[in-house]
């Protein structure tokens, strides 16, 4: 009998497919993936149809990194279907798990997202014609996914092992993910704990960035394009731009504030928060220079939309989305 | 039995001025509303906003955060702290579509037993009028139809998906 290598797969839910990108970004290392696995099921790299997935045995999948968040009953549907036919399914990526961009579309009711995207100034749709759910065509009937009211994190759908957070994850760190996984399978070395964050550092961004701190208050909030040019040495909330570093997890090394950008939390929570938003609402209002209702409001209005600012990755996955029944796997 | 909507609200007080307030309301007996559960900490700086959004999703209708007068804090100025925060906060509950009002900030000293018993009693008035905050579901746990959660100032397109192709 020859040797079986273990099997891998790849799936890409509501996603925009960077984190695929991402993965085959980590160059050569996508050799190993190769060596080291058979890859059976990954739509963008290779043809592969769902009812090959469902004729597979149970937990036959050793891993499968699951990318982008379920908006549709076929993300739900497959979600389900990798969940049984893996060993261990990885949340991979911010939408996979905290919702990421496209979770932002929760705080619009879904026929409006419908209506701008098929019948706004921009799309010329003068008889009004809507997707359906299901079609007669000669051929027989054709059936689309049926999009759902809410986006939910992969965790809120089915049971996941690990999280791997970043829009996308680096490079470098699915790299070492993907190292010791490869580890795990000749015996160097043991899986984390079931539920653990992987590919990230155990601290804040701030704790990566290499600007300097001074505990300097701010008069005023201010969008990074508006101050020209941004001191570079000097951390960007203490110039008075909103930067999420203080609440986002690190592993990134950084990478915004190091270019010249405020970091926007693409890497989600750090340790120990349990709530994004809540996290960075005590950090910015930290640098608040004011003691009066009055002047406290004028500085905020410096933050034109404080929900998206603080929510912008994680939005179904923050506290008061995460209880709304509608987000309740049934 | 009446049908008067009871809300729950949790308040948070510090150990200082505003918890003593809520005790002497106690003491010199004074009526108020029943509905606040309190917790008290040792100053309004400490209330994490987790903490007032782990209400609302726990059941909480409201929340009231109470401290000492501005200038009257024992940790000095943790209390413009709490200001701060609250601002802040009130206008991330308006994005996510929650009243604002829903979250109220009260100073009380400790000698403002009947400033507390009062706030108390208004502020449960207010969030019974603004009803229970619940977010709406249908049998099956999922959120109803937009157009069943009621006066949503968002007009929903009634025909997505349904619209016949025309020939
Ligand atoms: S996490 Fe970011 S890169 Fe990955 S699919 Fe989502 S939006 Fe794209
Ligand atoms: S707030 Fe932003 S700029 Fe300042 S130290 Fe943190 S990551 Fe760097
Ligand atoms: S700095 Fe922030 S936004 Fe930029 S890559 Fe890192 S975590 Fe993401």
Request: glycine share 8%; hydrophobic share 35%; charged share 25%.
């Amino acid at each position: 009998m020859t040797h079986v290598k273990p099997k891998f797969a790849m799936y890409w839910a509501a996603s925009c497919g960077g984190c695929e990108i991402a993965v085959l970004n980590t160059h050569e290392k996508i050799l190993d993936v190769d060596a080291n696995f058979d890859v059976v099921f990954w739509p963008v790299a290779m043809d592969a149809k769902y009812k090959d997935v469902e004729a597979m045995e149970d937990g036959s999948i050793l891993l499968t990194l699951f990318n982008g968040g379920i908006r549709n009953d076929e993300n739900e549907h497959i979600a389900k279907l990798l969940r049984q036919k893996s060993k261990i399914l990885v949340a991979f990526g911010s939408c996979a798990c905290e919702g990421c961009i496209p979770g932002l579309a929760n705080l619009s009711p879904v026929g409006e997202i419908v209506h701008t995207a098929f019948n706004t100034i921009s799309t010329d749709n003068p008889h009004e014609i809507y997707p359906r759910t299901s079609y007669d065509v000669p051929e027989g009937e054709l059936h689309i996914p049926k999009l759902e009211k809410t986006l939910r994190p992969l965790d809120h759908v089915v049971d996941v092992d690990y999280y791997m957070p970043g829009c996308p994850p680096e490079s470098h760190q699915i790299a070492a993910v993907l190292d010791l996984v490869i580890d795990v399978l000749h015996g160097r070395a043991t899986l984390p704990p079931k539920g653990s964050t992987i590919g990230v550092g155990n601290s804040t961004v701030c704790d990566e960035c290499p600007r300097a701190r001074n505990v300097k208050l701010i008069k005023e909030f201010k969008r990074i394009q508006d101050i020209a040019p941004a001191d570079p040495d000097l951390c960007l909330l203490e110039q008075g731009i909103p930067c999420n570093g203080p609440a986002t997890c690190s592993g990134c090394n950084a990478r915004c504030p190091q270019a010249g950008a405020q970091c926007i939390g693409c890497y989600g929570p750090a340790q120990g928060v349990t709530d994004y938003g809540a996290r960075l609402i005590t950090a910015f209002s930290s640098v608040i220079d004011a003691t009066t209702p009055e002047e406290i409001e004028r500085i905020l209005d410096g933050i034109p939309d404080p929900t998206g600012q603080v929510y912008r990755f994680s939005l179904p996955a923050s506290l008061l989305m995460a209880n709304r029944e509608a987000f309740k796997a049934k | 039995m009446t049908d008067q909507f009871e809300p729950t609200i949790i308040g948070f007080t510090c150990n200082w001025c505003s918890y003593r307030a809520a005790d002497l309301a106690g003491t010199a007996r004074m009526k108020y509303a029943p509905n606040v559960r309190l917790i008290r900490l040792m100053c309004s700086g400490r209330l994490d906003p987790t903490f007032v959004l782990r209400a609302l999703s726990g059941g909480a209708d409201g929340v009231m955060i109470t401290g000492c007068h501005p200038g009257e804090c024992h940790y000095i100025e943790q209390n413009y702290k709490a200001l701060r925060r609250f601002l802040l906060l009130r206008r991330v509950l308006t994005g996510l579509g929650i009243e604002p009002e829903r979250v109220k900030l009260v100073w009380a000293s400790a000698a403002e037993g009947a400033k507390f018993a009062a706030e108390t009693t208004t502020f449960v008035e207010e969030i019974r009028k603004l009803g229970p905050l619940c977010w709406g579901k249908d049998e099956d746990g999922r959120m109803k139809d937009d157009e069943d959660i009621g006066n949503s100032s968002i007009k929903t397109h009634p025909s997505s998906f349904e619209k016949e192709v025309p020939a």
